[in-house]
């Protein structure tokens, strides 16, 4: 079985600030771990993902992840937020065909 | 590529009606579809994974009777929600996948379908 916990349901960054987004995985095979973003009505978008391979993962809007095996964590980061980046994210585990969401962590930009 | 839509985007309907959503790949074929339900400031819940031509799979809790799921074609899934009450209005996505076309084992989400029974 997998699971993800997300630490933190809502995160409020300055603008140009760094965005740092806290997951935590369980699964008992090799796991493959997203991102997704989740604008207010729409559906999700990936991020990024980790499939093997490097542990950091590089994905769009300038957001990257690190695999750490260790801690069971992949954290999102993002250097500089952009008013834009205010959206729901959720990250996930598969071990199998299934997707396992964590909370979501609500992010919300101060200008 | 690997797009998906869903029909309607959203749904208004009296209680005790019937609503059906549909989910399209496309650009790709969908040989599993997923259904997910998702509550305001929720994170998204599995509903049932369907693969095109059999029955699909319903998650423990969710009604087999009530939410209804065709897969008919390797592009088109389907989600009736029968006798529709006020406890099922909600957000429902779908997502597909395509293991064989090496899209991996990704899923690509619709844009949702809200849905409000009255």
């Known amino acids: 079985a997998q699971s993800v916990t997300q630490l933190g349901s809502h995160v409020s960054v300055s603008e140009g600030a760094l965005v740092l987004l806290r997951c935590n995985y369980s699964?008992?095979?090799?796991?493959?771990l997203f991102w997704y973003v989740q604008y207010p009505n729409q559906g999700l978008q990936l991020l990024l993902k980790y499939t093997t391979g490097a542990t950091l993962v590089k994905g769009i809007n300038g957001f990257e992840a690190e695999f750490k095996k260790s801690e069971t964590s992949f954290h999102l980061t993002k250097p500089s937020a952009h008013m834009s980046d205010a959206a729901e994210y959720f990250c996930a585990v598969s071990g199998d065909y299934k997707l396992s969401f964590g909370a979501g962590t609500t992010v919300t930009v101060r200008a | 590529g690997a797009v998906v839509s869903q029909h309607p985007s959203r749904v208004i309907c009296k209680s005790g009606t019937s609503v059906k959503i549909e989910c399209r790949s496309l650009?790709?074929?969908?040989?599993?579809m997923f259904w997910y339900r998702q509550f305001p400031k929720k994170s998204l819940m599995l509903m049932a994974t369907?693969?095109?031509?059999?029955?699909?799979?319903?998650e423990q809790g969710v009604e087999k009777d009530k939410f209804l799921i065709n897969h008919a074609s390797l592009t088109l899934s389907t989600l009736t929600v029968t006798s529709a009450h006020p406890e099922d209005s909600s957000f429902y996505i779908c997502?597909?996948?395509?293991?064989?076309?090496?899209?991996?084992?990704?899923?690509?989400f619709g844009p949702g379908t809200r849905l409000t029974v009255l």
């Open positions: 650009d790709f074929q969908a040989t599993t």
């Open positions: 369907s693969n095109e031509g059999s029955k699909a799979t319903y």
């Open positions: 997502s597909a996948r395509d293991l064989g076309a090496g899209l991996g084992i990704e899923q690509f």
């Open positions: 699964s008992s095979v090799p796991p493959y």
